[in-house]
């Protein structure tokens, strides 16, 4: 690269100095021109002994033997006089458009100087002898295979094939069955999808070749192509083998009639020649391409067309069955503890992809280093998760024991809602230790993803989320800003169940647009509505969460010793997980069961 600056400065330079030279030369041997009547003159006289005619350009000697140039308009008029008067002439054609040789190479070398400044950018991406495209070699020590990707037991089996094919690939094309040429792997980043193209090469032995989108969208118009063409070449050469492109939306988008920048050309340039090289090879040529995306909304879809990328692999965010598959592969790389249960942090993980999983447990063993442990605890891995999840832990921040105590409540009115109620996610720990920007914590686990809920089990929901404002307006009577994120997840909950679940009886099961339809944008199929409904909607919103403020105060006031007790034992405690929750209420329950058997007795003693 350095190199081609230096060429192109070069080139700047000599060209300078080739101009500066010729002007010289040009004075030298350029002699005084003489007006052509004098010339004219001097002629009839005889005082000229020799001239040399190039088009209409004379130059020539006098008999004094001093050299001249001059013009002349007509020459075919002068010839029979310089005749006459026995001038000694010689000839020859006019130059090229009457421009002098070096001149008219001056602007090329210009243009070339320039090309060559330029092009250092291009001719960087045009070799793939560098890191761009790495290839590995097979067989290699860090070989990866299907068992490295857990989880996925779906989308392997279809990439099953896939390996079978690139590793006997006669056998396909021998009974005639068309060959796959492309494989579009689409799901949310960090779900494994790069680490399955890997494996798919690292269980067919063949080379792996991998680029990124974002490699492709260079400054210069053409290098994304040049760079496409090239990878395809080194691929065939050394085929069966896999081509991986990563994050093709960066090339592969719509192409939107009219985009804004240069940007969209240089896109649209490479996305054509991806095209052409994927529609060039024949099947004689084992290159599999494997492209990845979490954005397959908006590719385009001359990419998606047969004999393209025909086959389209969904990874999904793994659920509980496949955290703990995951959790199962990663754990092997640290030494954890017998006492470690993957179960239960697989339950406490949901929305993990694979890579937020690799990154708990590394942090874990992080955490457990620090502390010079031996193994990896369970403990490590509730901090790695709560560090992960909701930032730091604030241990250091004081807090006012005013607040504390307030937390404590808060958090206990959720706890003993989510306890009492039925059809709700088992609790699983609370805690009055801030992390992040909340002050406390109550978290609940789901027994299993669900993918539906009962309308039970959302009104329930709206209750857990009202008891922390209610706890507090019983103990203390009085409102904090505190819960604001619980009603507000409250809010919208109720507005869901209104407008999208058909669960208000007075709305009924139509599905209407959401004033805050949230980061999904505007649900397809939802009807816009009209001011009246829009007040139906609101007023029914209000009631469903009115009702559910109601029934929630009327049983925590019914239990208002549970959250004395509660809270007393979070103050002590700070964080209660859910074996000692289960103590907690087990001893309320035997309580209040004795009593009732005493008023009993009571009453019987009195009749
Ligand atoms: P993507 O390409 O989908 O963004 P990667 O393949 O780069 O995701 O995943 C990043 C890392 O996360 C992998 O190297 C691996 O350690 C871990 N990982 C992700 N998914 C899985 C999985 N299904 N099984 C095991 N590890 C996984
Ligand atoms: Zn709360």
Redesign the pocket.
Known sequence: MKNNVQIGLWILLLTGLGIIVYNIWLRENTYPPLPYTQFLAELKQDRILKVHLQGGAISGEDSAGRNFTTYTPDVSTLMPVLLRHGVEITAEPPPYQGTGGLAAIIPVLLIMGGWFLLSRKRSDGMSFTGNRGRKFIPNSGNKVTFD?????AEARQELQEVVEFLKNPDRFSRLGGRIPKGVL?Q????????????AIAGEASVPFYSIGGSDFVEMFVGVGASRVRELFTEAKKNAPCIIFI?EIDAIGGKRSGGTSSGGGDEREQTLNALLVEMDGFGSEETVIVIA?T?RPDILDPALLRPGRFDRQVT?PI?DVK?RL??LE??IKKIKAAKSINLSEIARSTPGF???????LINEAALMAARQNKEAVEMEDFDNAKDKIVMGLERKNVVMSEENRRITAYHEAGHAIVAKLLPETDPLHKVTIIPRGRAMGLTQQLPIDDRLTYSREYITNRIKILMGGRIAEELIFNRLTTGASNDILSATEIATRLVCEWGMSETIGPVAYMQEQAGFLGTQAGARPHSERTAILIDREVKRIIADCYDETRNLLRQHNRLLHQLAEVLLVNETVDAEELDIVFHCYLKELQKEEDMKKQHRCAIA
């Open positions: 490295d990707v857990a989880g996925i792997l799901g949310p980043p960090g779900t494994g999808k790069t680490l399955l193209a890997k990563d990845a979490n990874i793994p496949g598959k995951i592969v990663h992809s694979g890579a937020d999983i690799a990154n």
